[in-house]
C-alpha cells in the first residue's frame, strides 16, 4: 500500500519561508518521479514542482521559479518543498505526489497523492 503524508504546513507573513515534507512508504521516491501540487476552493488543482530523482532533473510553475525548490532524500523516501519569499497568492492546499513516469511533469494525473497540508500566507 502507497502512503504519503505530508507536513510542514502553517501560517506565515508575507515574504517568509516554510518547507513542506512528504514522507512516503510503499514506493521508490529514487527510482520515479515525485511532485507537489496546489489547491484553493473553487479552483483547479495546480502543479507546483516535480523532480525525478533518478534523472536529477526538476520542472517548476512559472508562478513559484526562483522561490520554490523540490528535493529528495531517497535514504528517507522523503519529499521535500522550501518555500521562500512567500506571498499571499501562495495559500493553499499543498498535495505531495508520486507518479511512475520517468519525467518531472506538472500535469495532475499522479497514480498516488497524499491528504494534503494547508499553507497560509498572510499579507
Known amino acids: 500500500e502507497v502512503e504519503l503524508v505530508e507536513s510542514g504546513g502553517g501560517l506565515v507573513q508575507a515574504g517568509g519561508s516554510l518547507r513542506l515534507s512528504c514522507a512516503v512508504s510503499g514506493f521508490t521516491v529514487a527510482d520515479y518521479t515525485t511532485g507537489w501540487f496546489r489547491q484553493v476552493p473553487g479552483k483547479e488543482r495546480e502543479g507546483v514542482s516535480s523532480i525525478t530523482s533518478s534523472r536529477a532533473i526538476t520542472t517548476y510553475a512559472d508562478s513559484v521559479a526562483g522561490r520554490f525548490t523540490i528535493s529528495v532524500d531517497n535514504a528517507k523516501n522523503t519529499v521535500y518543498l522550501q518555500m521562500n519569499s512567500l506571498k499571499p497568492e501562495d495559500t493553499a492546499v499543498y498535495y505531495c505526489?508520486?507518479?511512475?513516469?520517468?519525467?518531472?511533469?506538472?500535469?495532475?494525473?499522479?497514480?498516488?497523492y497524499g491528504q494534503g497540508t494547508q499553507v497560509t500566507v498572510s499579507s
Open positions: 505526489a508520486v507518479d511512475r513516469s520517468s519525467w518531472p511533469r506538472l500535469d495532475s494525473w499522479y497514480d498516488y
